[in-house]
């Protein structure tokens, strides 16, 4: 009885999943992450796909001692870790015998697995390498039944895998692959034969005649010659990549065909690289085994690296594109036998291809190429709402990154906290300086829960660490953010988006001081390990030509920014037009916008223009740096309808190439004539910022009507002349201040943001100029807009009727809030001072109303409120009682009276104001207002534009 039972268990035992095992081997060595991930497709660049809406699957990435495997998507999570699993063991070529192989043992298997490639039934197996047995037997003369090594070595991983148990080197040096394979081969010589100074291997007997038959007729790709594009790189950096045609006849071996293009006369002496891109791929380098290799062969081969070098032979774009030491010239193809058929696989590289290559290599290259818009995307410097990120998500682009760059698969570490509920004035007794803590409640109340403490009380907030290291362990770079978050995968790609930004920063400009680039990474929360980080990038830095990098959009913000009906001088920058009427709604930050764009090269005379890319629609969150500097520049001045063109210099070289269809036209243009890219607009429709589409949709007036016709009241009642806007962002205040009849006779708009500034004065210049010629506009006379920070005092402003601040100090860090209180208070004093800020406490009931999350993804519900408060620029909301506490405090510090209101909701119902408002009046009678003349000159500000009733306007510009 016992026995029958143990028996029958015996029997029914299952053998171990794919995980056990990989737990038997590597134990917690062993990381499983799991990835959500939407349906994905292909898009022709190797290794990257472009997500589309789907359901939702999931990947898993298996992370081993010195490999990553990454699983195909499933519906279920465990399939996927499964399948990562399944996909290691197989790749290591793991089997229950050889789980602890000896060097000894693992020799021993090697010679065995030679043997068996070279005896009679291996020619007819699937094998991918059969497929080269087979295509020996066709080589003529010398060559006939001569298989070369390289191959051996390139196809079969469990052979090298066996190699790197010998010795751990082989990972890294190729040649010594091939030796230990021509070794081990010397060691049949029943069976095969080797040469000194050679790198192939020939079967000792024929095969008999039927095999022969058998398998050569059996094959397809006899029948017809091929004919495909590949691609010659030179060593030398000063020559160019070049497409060449392999023509591969029915009876050759294409082995032979690259070889002749790299000069040999045959395929014995070629080195292949492993693939490069997905793993799926058959894109390889080849090049010739340098002559050094072939001399000390026998010798010892862990020094050929050095004696390379020292003829200065690396392949350095090459070798940048797979990881591997390239030598020599180099022929990158696609093409090789497979799995999946015995016939040839073979696909063109186009040059186009190749710069794709090249691009998906830059830390913003793989979101550029994800959302298909390499000239026109960038990648975003924050992931505001997770509503708004369109393309690859960070974590995933990392992932490739790292991959591309041959570099372990990033580790990330996520920790929880529970939350604790903490009372709002805890935060004040902290005279507003947070302690992280605290930091951690605001941010993870605004996510999801906000006002709602008792929700915030029974969560976790998560935060995720996340560490760069090289196939060798050495760690690039670790990253650990201070900010929690709701959920884990956000943490994750927060975590990965400030890396990924940090190494687009530094691949613009690796050759900073250390100092510098140590102080960019703190800035991200990165720490940098700045031999390792050179050492792994060095290389592929080395051989970019990063003269011309994007400084040319820095040039062209900086002199387009206020005037975009002027032509700019020197060349780089635009002769914008725009057409199209005016809707009068102009994107502002937070914006989701949709353009249609089309880029083009357009050569000196404009005799050529050569379309490089276009999209019908590219959709983009405004602000979030999603999109190139200059066309968020000019799309900010652009209303709904409206379009635009302008001209810039050009990016880098790559990305130019890479966008072009024909891109060896286009590379002979870019040679031969001055060119320049030609950007044509238009805005095809825009959705306001949650914040301004609460306003609208939430109130009726809408709140911002609701805080002009409160300023306006204001004004009538202390019949104030002169009125200066603090803040006053794109002027619409001031502009609708101009539609009332009030006692203004000057206006005066200061703000620091140079967008928001040429917008204001093209509406208010517009408004003023038209009614000019008639009547003053409502009385008013004069109107100035300075670009200034309003925490620095300009005496130009000292003494104002009033002074309106609306919705500005939220966008200031705390502590700058107060400065700019002291400051307005003390050295402005304006008789009147309006102050509002939105009411945090209001927030739960635009939470309620279910206006912001419109998205279409329920799933993402949730999500839409992970921007921090109503506005992600906002560093703060302030509760009633916070905003009490500061604006009476700074009243009674500066002889002023405080009173409060607000707009939108009523003083008497709960929550209060939706906007907070306080009306600070000082307590001085004007003659004690000492208000010395404008002579002590501290003139701070910057004139943007101005206009005068009795001169003609005119712009500083
Ligand atoms: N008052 C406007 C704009 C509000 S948005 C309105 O009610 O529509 C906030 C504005 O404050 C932005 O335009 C921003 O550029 C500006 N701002 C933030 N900090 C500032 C500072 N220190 N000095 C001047 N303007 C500032
Ligand atoms: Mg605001």
Known sequence: METGRSSAIAVKKPSPTPKAIIFQKFGKEALYIVDEVRDVAPNGCPGLAIPQKGPCLYRCSLQLPDCTVVSGTFKKKKDAEQSAAEKAIEMLGIHPSTNDLSAEEACDKLIACVKYFFSDEFLSSLHPLSGHFRAALRRDGDLYGSVPASVIAACDSKLSNLCKLINPKVESNHFLLISYIMSAAARLPEFVVTCEGQLSIWRKKSYPPEIMESSLFQQSDTLDSICIKAMHIPCSLEKAVQPVTLNISSTGYYLDVIA????????????????????????????????SYLM?????????????????????RASCLCGQDIYGDAILASIGYTWKSKDLFHEDITLQSYYRMLVSLMPSGVYKLS???????????????????????????????????????????????????????????????????????????????????????????????????????????????????????????????????????YFKDPDL??????????????????????????????????????TQGGKFLKSNSMNMQTTMP????????????????????????????????????????????????????????????????????????????????LPLQELILSAADDSVR????????????????????????????????????????????????????????????????????????????????????????????????????????????????????????????ITMFDSRLRGFDIGTCLEVIEHMEEDEACLFGN???????????????????????????????????????IQSQSCKFRNHDHKFEWTREQFNSWASELAARHNYSVEFSGVGGSADIEPGFASQIAVFRSSLPPEEENHPKDDDLEHHYKVIWEWDSNNLSRSSL
């Open 371 to 505: 959302r298909e818009a390499i000239l026109a995307a960038e990648l975003p410097m924050a992931l505001t709402t997770r509503t708004n990120w369109r393309g690859s998500l960070p974590r995933e682009i990392l992932s490739t990154f790292c991959r591309l760059h041959w570099l372990s698969e990033p580790v990330f570490s996520t920790s929880s906290i529970p939350l604790k509920a903490s009372t709002e004035s805890s935060r004040l007794d902290k005279k507003l300086k947070f302690s992280e803590s605290v930091e951690l409640e605001k941010e993870c109340m605004s996510r999801g829960a906000i006002n709602d403490l008792e929700l915030v009380g029974s969560g976790s907030a998560f935060k995720c660490e996340v560490k760069l290291l090289s196939k060798s362990q050495d760690l690039i770079l670790e990253c650990s953010p201070k900010e929690f978050h709701k959920k884990q995968s956000d943490s994750i790609q927060n975590a990965s988006l400030k890396v990924l930004s940090w190494l687009n920063q």
């Open 823 to 861: 400051i307005v208070l003390s050295l402005f004093r304006p008789r009147i001072l309006i102050v509002s800020t939105p009411n945090y406490e209001y927030n739960v009931i635009l939470q309620r109303s279910n206006l912001t999350s419109q998205e279409d993804d329920p799933d993402e519900k």
């Open 296 to 316: 000390n062969q026998s010798s010892d081969f862990v020094n050929v690296k050095e004696v390379a070098q020292i003829e200065d032979l690396l392949n350095s």
């Open 666 to 789: 286009v590379l002979s243009l870019l040679l031969s004539k001055v060119c320049w890219l030609e950007y044509s607009i238009s805005l095809l429709q825009l959705t306001e910022a949650p914040e301004d589409r609460m306003e609208q949709a939430f109130f009726s007036p809408p709140l911002s009507k609701q805080r002009v016709e409160y300023a306006v009241q204001h004004i009538r009642q202390s019949c104030a002349t002169t009125l200066v806007d603090l803040g006053c962002g794109s002027g619409s205040l001031l502009d609708s201040l101009l539609d009332y009849p009030t006692s203004l006779e000057k206006v005066v708009g200061v703000d620091l943001s140079q967008k928001s500034l040429s917008r204001a004065a093209k509406i208010l210049h517009s408004k003023l100029s038209t009614k000019s010629d008639v009547l003053p506009y409502n009385g008013v006379k004069s109107a100035v807009l300075y670009d200034g920070s």
């Open 513 to 550: 001081s250390l100092e510098k680039l140590n102080n960019s990474a703190s800035a991200l929360d990165i720490r940098i390990y700045p031999e390792n980080l050179s050492k792994k990038f060095a290389l592929y830095l080395s051989m970019r030509n990063i003269q011309q990098t994007e």
């Open 570 to 649: 020197d060349h780089g920058v635009c002769c914008l037009s725009t057409g199209g009427p005016d809707s009068g709604v102009y994107p502002s930050n937070g914006c989701l916008l949709f353009i249609s764009y089309s880029i083009s090269l357009v050569t000196e005379g404009g005799n050529t223009k050569e379309l490089l890319e276009s999209k019908e629609e590219f959709e983009f969150e405004i602000g979030s740096g999603a999109i190139i500097p200059p066309v968020e520049a000019v799309v900010t001045q652009m209303a709904i309808g409206q379009s635009a063109c302008f001209n810039t210099e």
């Open 260 to 291: 002749q293009k790299l000069g040999l006369a045959d395929g014995n002496r070629i080195m292949i690289s492993r693939t490069i891109g997905k793993a799926s791929s058959e894109t390889r380098l080849y090049f010739a085994a340098p002559k």
